[in-house]
């Protein structure tokens, strides 16, 4: 079947220098580039894990100052909301003040007024009560 003459030597060492040519030549800057892709995907790949986790830590910590920024708002809020209930019973306080004050000056002028009017009344008819009694008795007689 085979034929074991100076052929096949000849083509062990011609499949030994394709196989070394093809591994220099192929095989090698095939796996230097398969390595070198490999390489670039895993560091590729834990920088953007290193990426990934300080995004989520900057994320966490925006949210955290979000969230204190809404709470001092809020107070913020608050505080001017409770300053502005002060200030209105203040304003309502002084406001009521103010008529109690106006309504007790007017009570005064109105007693005066009527005091006034009473005295007037009351000279009136003292006026005309000697002018009847006058008329009556006698200009000499009512003194």
Do not use: H, W
Not at 63 to 92: C, H, Y
Not at 99 to 105: G, I, K
């Amino acid at each position: 079947m085979f034929d074991f003459d100076a052929t096949l030597p000849f083509m062990a060492l011609q499949f030994l220098l394709l196989a070394a040519l093809l591994n220099v030549i192929f095989y090698k800057p095939l796996t230097k580039v398969l390595d070198d892709r490999d390489n670039y995907i895993r560091t590729n790949t834990l920088d953007a894990r290193e990426r990934l986790a300080k995004s989520e830590r900057l994320t966490q910590e925006y949210e955290q100052q979000l969230a204190e920024a809404r709470r001092q708002s809020q107070a913020t809020i608050e505080a001017a909301q409770a300053e502005a209930k002060k200030i209105t019973a203040q304003k309502i306080a002084e406001a009521q003040k103010e008529a109690q004050a106006q309504r007790e000056q007017a009570a005064v002028e109105i007693e005066q007024q009527k005091q006034q009017a009473l005295t007037e009344l009351e000279q009136r008819v003292d006026a005309l009560s000697r002018q009847i009694l006058e008329k009556l008795l006698g200009p000499t007689l009512v003194r």
